[in-house]
């Protein structure tokens, strides 16, 4: 890295304070220090600890008191009970859902949530009354504050409340009572987002009388108090819990032939690493079940890879202000090892910002002659390509910058020919003749 990089004047790397030192560490003791991931980490078991206060715990207390209101996760919404790590469980609802969509999704990968609501109409759920995918919700914000560093807690804790508050009043524009529909939140970084601000929220009163006097002005308090989820559901955990249910029901090809490598985003199971799920069917129990247990479900053949517990490189303050070491690392790190030491034919993840940085990122090796290159998709387009979705009207691959046509055509789908009735496809859109997975009514708040 060049010296320039790190400032003279004690600032340490660039952009990012002066506890981030340069460690000038030779090679052999590097090796040795990343060591310490492959004993420690593999085996959550290790590492837990004494047992930690459960945050929930603290919230039905305050909602005792009268202090907030919970939304909870009612029979209606048929939860599947989850361990998380600590063996507590969590309730996943699997229906009456409301889509927190992610930002980074719709604007680059867009057959990600696509293909969510493309596997729940084939599950036959029922828009309006299943699920819920409306507009009147924001962008988190969470990668302006951790990328960043211009936003604040009150803000993040707003944000928060004010797009759950929604959730909580919005089958009654669909004659539903409140609560009916429960939030669903699509991308990673909301979810670590969110689950730390409800811990913050539940153990700071002063932090809620500030935010209260927001949402006051907003509109957005119920009989004058906040709502906060009973859980924070991330969409990977319904892909878990539906895995059985979307292999036995929907799956019409046969991807045992396929070779699958897993990234779990940081902010599924590194943020707020208590409340991820851990299954003993899944790998043992000793890593997190998301993204996994889907690819084995569906018959695939998911290889480790020693460098399975490393960020995919986003960092979000790395992506802003040294994005040579966002690019670097996900080469060095994650796409190189994929491809040498899993031979992996698809590389599946659970969170925008992962699937973004490997997939759009890959490039830079041409740079420095490492040519690798392995498809980046997520966990639920690659479920639904093996249950039969259209690569290009679905899961929408002609977005992806790696190249995704051989783990295609090895699934046994055509890409010249899918692309060929894709082109067919877009003049019938061009003349009017739109085909909608969802209700564009729906999607507005009246």
Not at 108 to 115: D, S, V
Not at 123 to 143: I, K, N
Not at 307 to 335: L, N, Q
């Amino acid at each position: 890295m060049a010296t320039e990089q790190y400032p003279s004047d004690g600032t340490g790397i660039a952009g990012h304070g002066a506890f981030f030192q340069p460690t000038n560490l030779p090679p052999e003791q590097a090796a040795k220090a990343t060591e310490w991931v492959k004993k420690h980490i593999d085996r959550r078991t290790l590492d837990l600890g004494e047992r930690m206060d459960d945050v929930r715990e603290h919230m039905w207390e305050l909602e005792r008191e009268g202090e907030i209101i919970v939304h909870r996760v009612t029979d209606a919404h048929q939860p599947v009970n989850v361990k998380l790590l600590y063996g507590w469980n969590k309730k996943i609802p699997t229906m009456r859902l409301w889509h927190h969509k992610s930002c980074g999704q719709c604007g680059n990968i867009p057959g990600y949530p696509t293909a969510l609501l493309w596997t729940m109409n084939k599950l036959g759920m029922v828009p309006g009354t299943d699920y819920l995918d409306e507009t009147d919700q924001t962008s988190c914000t969470a990668w302006n504050y951790h990328g960043s560093g211009i936003g604040n807690l009150e803000s993040l804790a707003a944000v928060f409340l004010r797009n759950f508050h929604q959730a909580y009043v919005s089958g009654k524009q669909h004659g539903h009572g409140i609560g009916h529909f429960y939030p669903l939140v699509h991308c990673g970084t909301s979810y670590g987002n969110y689950k730390e601000v409800r811990k913050f929220l539940i153990e700071s009163a002063p932090l809620r009388e500030r935010v209260k006097k927001i949402l006051a002005k907003l509109g957005r308090l119920v009989d004058g108090k906040i709502v906060i989820p009973e859980e924070i559901v991330h969409y990977s955990e319904w892909v878990h819990v539906m895995r059985n249910r979307i292999a036995s029901e929907l799956q019409t090809i046969d991807v045992s032939n396929i070779r699958a490598t897993v990234h779990t985003a940081c902010h599924y199971y590194k943020m707020v690493h208590e409340d991820a799920i851990y299954d003993p069917s899944v790998l043992g129990g000793n890593r997190t079940a998301v993204g996994t247990s889907i690819a084995e479900a569906l018959g695939a053949q998911v290889i480790d890879y020693s460098t399975w517990y490393d960020c995919c490189g986003f960092g979000f303050r790395h992506i802003i202000s040294e994005r040579e070491f966002t690019r670097s690392f996900t080469i060095d790190r994650k796409i190189k090892v994929a491809r040498e030491e899993a031979n992996a034919d698809v590389m599946l993840g659970v969170d925008t910002g992962c699937i973004t940085t490997m997939d759009k990122n890959q490039w830079i090796g041409k740079a420095h002659d490492q040519n690798y290159s392995v498809p980046i998709m997520a966990d639920i387009q690659f479920a639904a390509l093996a249950c039969g979705a259209d690569p290009f009207k679905i899961v929408q691959l002609q977005w992806h910058a790696s190249p995704c046509e051989e783990v295609v055509e090895k699934m046994g789908v055509s890409w010249e020919a899918s692309k060929k009735n894709f082109e067919a496809y877009l003049k019938e859109v061009e003349a009017g003749r739109i085909e909608y997975l969802y209700n564009p009514e729906l999607a507005i708040s009246r």
